[in-house]
């Protein structure tokens, strides 16, 4: 990283407890409203705002800055093995508790889009755990993954190293509608 940047970031420390929970509270609200705002850019091009579609990417730069400097004092940045693993771990979690139990309320309560947003995201993260794990046995081997394209669904997330499939396999899309990484 930059010297003259890496000079101003806040630094990791020892927190009590209450300054934790503040921080992490600051972090989620901080990450969802980058992401938020990258939405509502797109929005403001579909109606034809181009310069606010500007203001609310730069805006959600500036909250996604403030996200990372959250995390870095919360010592959320590890070595990229560690890291890996604690992808893992929050994949895993998605997966074998956290969209099960969504999945069963949305149903429950009918509601069917949410079912669909929940089962798009649950199918996604089973292949985020594989695909995390096979990048960490390479990384604690000391290498680097293949270089080679990584393909996402735009419509449902669908994750592939590799080129896109002819049809998603979780949503049906065909190869014009994956972003390549
Ligand atoms: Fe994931
Ligand atoms: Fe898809």
């Not at 927190?15 to 929970?21: G, H, P």
């Not at 992401?35 to 797109?42: F, G, R």
């Not at 999945?103 to 292949?127: C, F, P, T």
């Amino acid at each position: 990283m930059d010297e003259a940047l890496e000079k101003r970031l806040p630094k990791p420390e020892e927190l009590s407890a209450m300054t934790k929970e503040s921080l992490a509270a600051a972090f989620a609200g901080e990450s969802q409203a980058a992401e938020k705002y990258l939405v509502w850019a797109e929005q403001a091009e579909d109606e034809g705002y181009p310069n606010v579609a500007k203001l609310f990417r730069a805006i959600s730069f500036a909250e996604s800055r403030h996200a990372r400097n959250h995390l870095r004092v919360m010592g959320g940045i590890s070595s990229t093995a560690d890291n890996l693993a604690a992808a893992f771990g929050g994949e895993s979690f998605e997966v074998d508790e956290m969209y099960p139990a969504y999945h069963e309320i949305a149903k429950l309560q009918g509601n069917n889009q949410a079912v669909r947003s929940i089962n798009y995201a649950l199918r996604s993260e089973v292949d985020h755990k594989g695909q995390y794990t096979a990048a960490r046995e390479q990384v604690v081997a000391g290498k680097d993954i293949a270089d080679g394209p990584v393909n996402v669904c735009l419509a449902c997330g669908h994750t592939i190293i590799g080129d896109a499939p002819d049809k998603c396999p979780y949503c049906g899309a065909t190869p014009e509608l994956y972003k390549t990484f």
